[in-house]
Structures are given as structure tokens and as C-alpha cells.
């Protein structure tokens, strides 16, 4: 059984959709906590609603990142985590803190990596023209929005779309391919390979959807 942690900072629907399929996928895995930087993150709510603990580390309670990370990180390994998921979590993390979880924490970041990380991916991809967009799932490396890629998902970009358009279809498909990710890891099926990830046995790492209401399909656990 392996212990999960998943970070974030908001609304958390991310954080659902891995506590969904945990539960109706029978992973060989619990929710060991969710924990939020923000006290009033809305996903402690359904956190809490759903038996699992939940911690408040407030970063405007230290001096700086070094403080805030190391409370952090011993928040976090009060729960001895095989995995930490940042799902949402919006704060840069030092160096110290990311190689403390190396090979063990994983992110969902909202653009087809390398390109556009970083803020407003959705307005990024939009002024660039692009007529491909989507999400990354990848390890945590120090430098931000980087790391071997586990998963990506991929949509169109449609005439008339704007930022709040593109965010709401990606995540559609960040509700798929993250809780996905998370179990190939729990399964033990991910291997890092220098800068890529190998996933044994292999089955496809991207998903792309053309009609967002696919997501559905291919997300047992979600809504449900
Ligand atoms: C998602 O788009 C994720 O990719 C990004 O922040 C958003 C978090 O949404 N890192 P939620 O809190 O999981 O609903």
C-alpha cells in the first residue's frame, strides 16, 4: 500500500479526480493527506468530506521560501509519502525541497511542455497560434515546470476559443491523464531513464481529445 500526499492551493479538482479513481480503481494506495499552502483552498472541504487528513501550511506565516519549504517538507513526511502529487499547488519550490522528492513528486502543469511554462499557458498558446494544446504530467525538477514527462493530453485550438475556453477544456483532460499517471507510479510501472520516463509494460502516454466530452469515457471514476 503506498501513501500518497497531494499538494494544492485552490480549487482541487485534480486532487479529486485522483481521490476518485484511488477509490473506484481499488489502487494499492491511500490518500495519506491533502495539504493546502492557503487556508482557504475549497478542496480541503471535500479532502475532509472524504475521511482524509488535511493540513494548513499558511507560506505567509514564514520569512521566506527556505522557512516556508522546510515546514513544508516536515508537514509532509508526517505522512510518509511514497509519492507527493502537486495538483494545483501554485508556489515555487527551492532546490533543497524538489531534491528531497526527487523521483518521487509529480506535477500537472496546464501546456504541452516545453512549451509555455510557467503563468496564463492557456493565453500563451493562444497568441502563439497554436492549433495544438493540452496538459503535462511530469516529475519535479528544480527548474520550474520541467522534468520527465509521465503523460500529456492534447485538444484543438477552435476558432473563437479564448484562454477561459482552452483552461476549461484542458483540464477536462488534466482529469484524465494525471489520476492515470498517478496509478502507473503507484502500480510501479515508472521508470526514469536519464530525462525520459519509461512505463512498463507500456500502453499510450497521451491522450488527445477532440471532443472534450470523450473525457468522460475515459474517466470511470469522475462525476461519479
Ligand atoms: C490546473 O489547470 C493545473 O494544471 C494547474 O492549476 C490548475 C489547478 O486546478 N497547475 P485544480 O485546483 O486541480 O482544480
Not at 479532502?47 to 505567509?60: L, Q
Not at 502563439?128 to 496538459?135: D, L
Not at 482552452?166 to 482529469?175: C, F, G, S
Amino acid at each position: 500500500m503506498k501513501n500518497l500526499v497531494i499538494l494544492i492551493s485552490g480549487r482541487g479538482s485534480n486532487m479529486e479526480a485522483i481521490v476518485r479513481a484511488c477509490a473506484h480503481e481499488a489502487w494499492p494506495a491511500r490518500i495519506a493527506a491533502v495539504i493546502a499552502n492557503r487556508p482557504d483552498a475549497a478542496g480541503l472541504a471535500f479532502a475532509a468530506s472524504h475521511g482524509i487528513a488535511t493540513a494548513v501550511v499558511d507560506h505567509r506565516q514564514y520569512p521566506d521560501r527556505a522557512a516556508f519549504d522546510a515546514a513544508l517538507a516536515q508537514t509532509i513526511d508526517g505522512y510518509a509519502p511514497d509519492l507527493v502529487v502537486l495538483a494545483g499547488f501554485m508556489r515555487v519550490l527551492t532546490e533543497g525541497f524538489v531534491t528531497h522528492y526527487s523521483g518521487r513528486m509529480l506535477n500537472i502543469h496546464p501546456s504541452l511542455l516545453p512549451s509555455f511554462p510557467g503563468l496564463k499557458t492557456h493565453q500563451q498558446a493562444l497568441d502563439a497560434g497554436c492549433r495544438v494544446h493540452g496538459a503535462t504530467v511530469h516529475f519535479v525538477t528544480p527548474t520550474l515546470d520541467h522534468g520527465p514527462i509521465v503523460a500529456q493530453s492534447g485538444i484543438p485550438v477552435r476558432a473563437g476559443d479564448d484562454a477561459a475556453a482552452l483552461a476549461a477544456r484542458v483540464l477536462k483532460t488534466e482529469h484524465v491523464i494525471y489520476p492515470r499517471a498517478v496509478r502507473w507510479f503507484v502500480e510501479g510501472r515508472l521508470a526514469l531513464d536519464g530525462g525520459r520516463v519509461t512505463l512498463s509494460p507500456p500502453e499510450p502516454q497521451w491522450l488527445f481529445l477532440d471532443d472534450v466530452n470523450e473525457a468522460q469515457a475515459h474517466n470511470a471514476g469522475e462525476g461519479a
